[in-house]
């Protein structure tokens, strides 16, 4: 059964469908990087581990992620990488909970790392986890999943990214949030909103403009510095709940898009119920992406000469993965109105436009685009 046909009575479980769908991706990459040999994962809000319904939560699907990841690239791993994860909540019969739910499922990491279970307040963690001194080999995994939103603050968030080594996930309930914007907004709610969108704060026309506005608020904010994209959950009809995903490096970026895209192969944009009908109705039929609004773009953008980096960047920046690029670009050229000339100014092999992370990772000029 595919991801998306899952139907879960709860957003929860949605969460975590995306918490390890890029995880999976970013962890895998990391276990084969040569220069990498330490991660941190922190889940600061991570909850009870199992529930009583038997649900597994954050803390759970880390580890088990971790521990697969492991089975899988044992010998690249051993002796190479080490994992330290933190997973705090402020409720300690929680936490005592996770302890005694982790030695019954025999979960650790002995191995490869260490597994620290805290009851801290997330205000006191995030002070350690700001503005920390962080050498080029680690890397850092935050995963916040309040309640509410009242802990939360962009500029916390900032802070935390700001080693460039560090990628956050950040859940909202968005929902409610929207419902409060309009009226009767509480103190903490309009702080929020001013820190995030500015002048938009108060203006969204409808839950899902809200989660665009918040989003856009955020990148306006972090631009130039820090990626921001949101995954969108609905829950019954019209109730919208989001993950903001925050990096500083395209390539992550990249790895959440596709994440994202593995759940909506139509939209990119998020889950809802209608996926698990779908899905089962028209089960022979393929998805096609719908990139309609980002093939316009990308053709205004190819009137001018691109490099293959500016074209892949160009792609990630407007939340569409290579795969899409490179079916418009052939689509383009087999109508004879694309050109695609190497550095040394021959023509490029048909169906060749070397967009991918692989041909754009060393900065080299490969190829230029340009729309005939
Ligand atoms: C939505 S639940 C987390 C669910 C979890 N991520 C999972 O997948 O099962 C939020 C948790 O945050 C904890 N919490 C609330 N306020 C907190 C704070 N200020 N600091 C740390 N933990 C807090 C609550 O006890 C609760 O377990």
């Given at each position: 059964m595919k991801d998306s046909q899952i139907n879960p009575q709860e957003h929860s479980e949605i969460k975590v469908l995306i918490l390890r769908k890029y995880l999976e991706k970013y962890l895998s990459i990391l276990s084969l990087a040569a220069h990498v040999n330490e991660v941190e994962v922190y889940?600061?809000?991570?909850?009870?581990?199992?529930?009583?319904?038997g649900k597994e939560g954050s803390p759970i699907i880390i580890l088990k992620l971790i521990n697969e990841i492991y089975a899988k690239n044992a010998p690249q791993i051993k002796g190479k990488l080490t994992f330290k994860c933190q997973f705090n909540d402020r409720n300690i019969d929680k936490i005592e909970k996770l302890k005694k739910s982790l030695k019954i499922k025999d979960l650790h990491i002995d191995k490869i790392g260490t597994v620290n279970c805290t009851s801290s307040d997330y205000n006191e963690i995030k002070q350690q986890l700001s503005n920390r001194r962080t050498t080029s080999n680690k890397r850092t995994f935050i995963f916040i999943d309040p309640y509410g939103y009242k802990d939360i603050s962009i500029v916390d968030i900032e802070n935390m990214l700001s080693d460039k080594h560090t990628e956050v996930l950040l859940f909202l309930p968005t929902q409610f949030m929207y419902r409060f914007e309009k009226n009767a907004t509480p103190e903490s709610l309009q702080n929020f909103l001013n820190e995030a969108m500015k002048n938009d704060a108060g203006n969204s026309k409808s839950p899902i403009n809200f989660i665009n506005n918040l989003r856009d608020g955020f990148a306006n904010r972090l631009k130039g510095k820090h990626y921001v994209d949101s995954f969108i959950i609905t829950r019954d009809i019209k109730q919208y709940f989001s993950m903001f995903f925050f990096t500083s490096h395209i390539y992550g970026f990249e790895k959440f898009l596709e994440a994202k895209w593995d759940i909506d192969e139509q939209q990119g944009r998020g889950w809802s119920p209608i996926h698990v009908g779908q899905q089962d109705l028209f089960n022979q039929v393929q998805t096609k992406p719908n990139t309609d609004h980002f093939e316009e773009n990308l053709l205004v953008f190819l009137k001018e000469k691109r490099t293959n980096i500016e074209v892949h960047n160009f792609t990630i920046e407007n939340r569409h993965l290579i795969p899409h690029a490179n079916t418009i670009l052939k689509e383009l050229q087999n109508s004879n109105r694309l050109q695609v000339t190497l550095d040394d100014g021959k023509d490029a092999r048909?169906?060749?436009?070397?967009?991918g992370w692989n041909e754009v990772k060393s900065n080299k000029i490969k190829s230029n685009i340009l729309i005939k």
């Open positions: 889940d600061l809000f991570c909850g009870e581990g199992v529930y009583e319904n048909k169906g060749s436009f070397y967009i």
